[in-house]
C-alpha cells in the first residue's frame, strides 16, 4: 500500500513538473498561432502518440461507461481549456492563474458534498487556505495591481470547477480497471472531437510553414508528447492511487515550478514575496496532505 502511495505522489509530482513549465512553450508558440490552434495540435500529437505507444483498443465492459469517457474528454480536454484561453483575453494572467488554482478546494467540496467519499479535516482547509495565500503573492507578486473583470474572472473559476469535476470523473474511469494508457486515449478522442466546433467558431488556420519552424515544431512536440501524452497518464495514475482530493493539491506546485522555470530558463528575477510565496505554496500542500482520512 505504501508504495503504490508513493508511486502515486511520484506521478502526480513528475505531471506538475512539466506542466508548470509549459507556459515558456505556449509563449513561444503564440506569436505564431491562436490558443485554439495549440490547444487542437497538442492534443493531436498525444493521441497519436498514445495510438503508438498502445495501439490495442479498449472494449469496454459496459456500454454506459461510454459516458463517463466523454465526460472526462468535454471537461479535461475541451472545457478547462478553452475556458481558461478565453479568460485569459478578458483579466489578467495573474487573475487567472489564482483563480484556476483553487481547482483543489473546488475537488475536495465536489467529493465531500456531492458523492459523500471525503471526510474533510481542519488541517486539509488550513492547508488549502496557506497554499492559496501562497500561489496569491507568486500570481501577483507585488507588482501587479488586482483588476477584477467578471467576465474574465468567473470563467476562470468555471475552468477551476471543471478541472475537478474531470478528477473526479476519471477516479471513477480508474475503478474500471482499464489501462490507464487506453483510458486516456480514450478521452483525448472524445475532447478532439468536442473541439470541433470550437475550431469552426474561433477559426483554425494554422500555416504549415510555421508549424514545420523548428522553434515551433519542438515546442508542439514538447505540449504534445510530454504535457499531453506523459503527463494526462500520469495524472489519471496519481489520481487512481491516491484519490482525486489528495492529487488535486498538488496543482498549487504549478506557480511554484514556473517561477523556477522563468529564474533559469528566462532571467527573471526571484523577489522576496515570491520566495515567501513558494515557501507558503509548499507548506501548505504538506500541511493538507497530513490528514486521517479517505481518499476520494
Same mark, same amino acid.
Given at each position: 500500500?505504501?508504495?503504490?502511495?508513493?508511486?502515486?505522489?511520484?506521478?502526480?509530482?513528475?505531471?506538475?513538473?512539466?506542466?508548470?513549465?509549459?507556459?515558456?512553450?505556449?509563449? !513561444?508558440?503564440?506569436?505564431?498561432?491562436?490558443?485554439?490552434?495549440?490547444?487542437?495540435?497538442?492534443?493531436?500529437?498525444?493521441?497519436? =502518440?498514445?495510438?503508438?505507444?498502445?495501439?490495442?483498443?479498449?472494449?469496454?465492459?459496459?456500454?454506459?461507461?461510454?459516458?463517463?469517457?466523454?465526460?472526462?474528454?468535454?471537461?479535461?480536454?475541451?472545457?478547462?481549456?478553452?475556458?481558461?484561453?478565453?479568460?485569459?483575453?478578458?483579466? #489578467?494572467?495573474?487573475?487567472?492563474?489564482?483563480?484556476?488554482? !483553487?481547482?483543489?478546494?473546488?475537488?475536495?467540496?465536489?467529493?465531500?458534498?456531492?458523492?459523500?467519499?471525503?471526510?474533510?479535516?481542519?488541517?486539509?482547509?488550513?492547508?488549502?487556505? $496557506?497554499? #492559496?495565500?501562497?500561489?496569491?503573492?507568486?500570481?501577483?507578486?507585488?507588482?501587479?495591481?488586482?483588476?477584477?473583470?467578471?467576465?474574465?474572472?468567473?470563467? =476562470?473559476? #468555471?475552468?477551476?470547477?471543471?478541472?475537478?469535476?474531470?478528477?473526479?470523473?476519471?477516479?471513477?474511469?480508474?475503478?474500471?480497471?482499464?489501462?490507464?494508457?487506453?483510458?486516456?486515449?480514450?478521452?483525448?478522442?472524445?475532447?478532439? !472531437?468536442?473541439?470541433?466546433?470550437?475550431?469552426?467558431?474561433?477559426?483554425?488556420?494554422?500555416?504549415?510553414?510555421? $508549424?514545420?519552424?523548428?522553434?515551433? #515544431?519542438?515546442?508542439?512536440?514538447?505540449?504534445?508528447?510530454?504535457?499531453?501524452?506523459?503527463?494526462?497518464?500520469?495524472?489519471?495514475?496519481?489520481?487512481?492511487?491516491?484519490?482525486?482530493?489528495?492529487?488535486?493539491?498538488?496543482?498549487?506546485? $504549478?506557480?511554484?515550478?514556473?517561477?523556477?522555470?522563468?529564474?533559469?530558463?528566462?532571467?527573471?528575477?526571484?523577489?522576496?514575496?515570491?520566495?515567501?510565496?513558494?515557501?507558503?505554496?509548499?507548506?501548505?500542500? =504538506?500541511?493538507?496532505?497530513?490528514?486521517?482520512?479517505?481518499?476520494?
Amino acid at each position: 500500500m505504501r508504495q503504490t502511495a508513493w508511486a502515486g505522489h511520484g506521478a502526480a509530482l513528475l505531471t506538475i513538473l512539466i506542466w508548470g513549465t509549459t507556459f515558456i512553450s505556449t509563449k !513561444v508558440l503564440l506569436t505564431s498561432f491562436q490558443p485554439v490552434e495549440i490547444l487542437f495540435l497538442r492534443f493531436v500529437l498525444g493521441f497519436l =502518440a498514445l495510438c503508438l505507444i498502445y495501439p490495442r483498443r479498449l472494449r469496454l465492459g459496459e456500454r454506459r461507461q461510454e459516458l463517463w469517457f466523454a465526460a472526462a474528454g468535454l471537461c479535461g480536454v475541451t472545457l478547462y481549456y478553452l475556458l481558461e484561453n478565453i479568460a485569459l483575453t478578458y483579466t #489578467l494572467a495573474s487573475n487567472v492563474g489564482v483563480l484556476v488554482s !483553487v481547482s483543489p478546494v473546488f475537488t475536495a467540496l465536489f467529493s465531500h458534498f456531492l458523492l459523500r467519499r471525503e471526510k474533510l479535516r481542519p488541517a486539509f482547509f488550513a492547508g488549502l487556505a $496557506v497554499a #492559496l495565500a501562497g500561489v496569491v503573492l507568486l500570481s501577483y507578486n507585488g507588482s501587479a495591481v488586482l483588476k477584477l473583470d467578471p467576465r474574465g474572472d468567473v470563467l =476562470a473559476l #468555471l475552468a477551476a470547477a471543471i478541472w475537478s469535476a474531470y478528477s473526479l470523473i476519471t477516479r471513477h474511469i480508474s475503478s474500471f480497471g482499464y489501462p490507464v494508457v487506453q483510458t486516456t486515449r480514450r478521452i483525448f478522442a472524445y475532447g478532439l !472531437v468536442f473541439m470541433l466546433p470550437a475550431l469552426l467558431i474561433f477559426g483554425f488556420r494554422p500555416s504549415l510553414a510555421a $508549424v514545420l519552424e523548428p522553434v515551433n #515544431l519542438l515546442n508542439l512536440v514538447y505540449l504534445g508528447l510530454g504535457a499531453c501524452a506523459l503527463c494526462f497518464v500520469t495524472w489519471n495514475f496519481a489520481v487512481g492511487k491516491l484519490g482525486a482530493v489528495k492529487t488535486s493539491t498538488y496543482i498549487y506546485l $504549478v506557480p511554484v515550478v514556473t517561477l523556477a522555470t522563468s529564474a533559469l530558463v528566462l532571467g527573471e528575477p526571484v523577489t522576496p514575496l515570491s520566495a515567501v510565496g513558494a515557501a507558503l505554496t509548499v507548506a501548505g500542500l =504538506a500541511l493538507s496532505e497530513h490528514k486521517k482520512g479517505t481518499a476520494s
